[in-house]
């Protein structure tokens, strides 16, 4: 069975500190998809990237980045000079095709909340 | 903003009410999804409708019926809800899996109340 663990709970910091957010994926499938999303106190969730099985290429967007260690099964998420604005609960998922219809099902860590204050 | 709209932003009802969601998204995907979120916990799916079609059921009690009127619609009919239904309620929807890049679109969600 798939699962994703989110070991830090809740993680606070002040602004300007960088942080990093881990996640670690359990999985049988060779080919799978990885992602993270944030979700701000409004609600929605927020997609922030995805990365297929077959990429281990470390991804930089912005103050973001992404470690993907297939090796360690893991998929760790970095903030550099964190904002108040970042404050959010975040999310690792890993992404399960569905035999049916082309549609997938996402299975989710428990989330970590981050807290950036001033 | 989302491209995925969510109504009514917040709903507040009896056991014995019969109320419904609704989802609307206009991104043309084919796909779309029922996700349930508790308090401090991660949406677990509900439905994944596909083409149209109801292609998952994640052993969803009756009393929550999904519908899907259209590709850009989609419903859930709430019915003798409990208590423990309260939840925020996310609508989701992605392209094709096999043309796609894997992203689900989420609304910002339904946030229900059971009384």
């Known amino acids: 069975a798939q699962k994703v663990t989110q070991a830090q709970t809740e993680i606070s910091v002040v602004e300007k500190e960088d942080v990093t957010l881990d996640c670690v994926y359990e999985?049988?499938?060779?080919?799978?998809?990885l992602f993270w999303y944030k979700q701000p106190p409004s609600g929605e969730l927020v997609f922030l990237i995805r990365?297929?099985?077959?990429?281990?290429q470390n991804e930089i967007s912005g103050r973001y980045s992404w470690n993907f260690q297939k090796s360690t099964s893991s998929f760790n998420f970095t903030i550099t000079a964190s904002q108040v604005v970042d404050s959010a609960v975040y999310f690792c998922?890993?992404?399960?095709?569905?035999?049916?219809?082309?549609?997938?099902?996402?299975?989710f860590g428990k989330g970590t909340k981050l807290t950036v204050n001033p | 903003d989302t491209e995925v709209t969510q109504t009514p932003k917040h709903l507040v009802m009896g056991m014995t009410n019969k109320k419904s969601l609704k989802c609307e998204q206009h991104?043309?995907?084919?796909?779309m999804y029922w996700y349930k979120q508790k308090a401090k916990k991660p949406p677990e799916l509900m439905f994944v409708?596909?083409?149209?079609?109801?292609?998952i059921n994640e052993s969803v009690p009756s009393r929550f019926s999904p519908e899907c009127p259209n590709s850009s619609l989609l419903n859930l009919h709430l019915h003798a809800l409990q208590p423990e239904d309260s939840a925020l309620y996310l609508c989701?929807?992605?392209?094709?899996?096999?043309?796609?890049?894997?992203?689900?679109?989420f609304g910002e969600g339904s946030r229900l109340t059971v009384l």
């Open positions: 989701a929807s992605s392209q094709d899996r096999y043309q796609n890049t894997g992203e689900l679109f």
């Open positions: 409708y596909s083409y149209e079609k109801l292609s």
């Open positions: 999985t049988r499938d060779t080919t799978y998809y």
């Open positions: 990365r297929n099985s077959f990429d281990e």
């Open positions: 998922a890993l992404s399960e095709a569905l035999a049916q219809g082309g549609s997938e099902k996402l299975v």
């Open positions: 991104m043309g995907h084919r796909a």
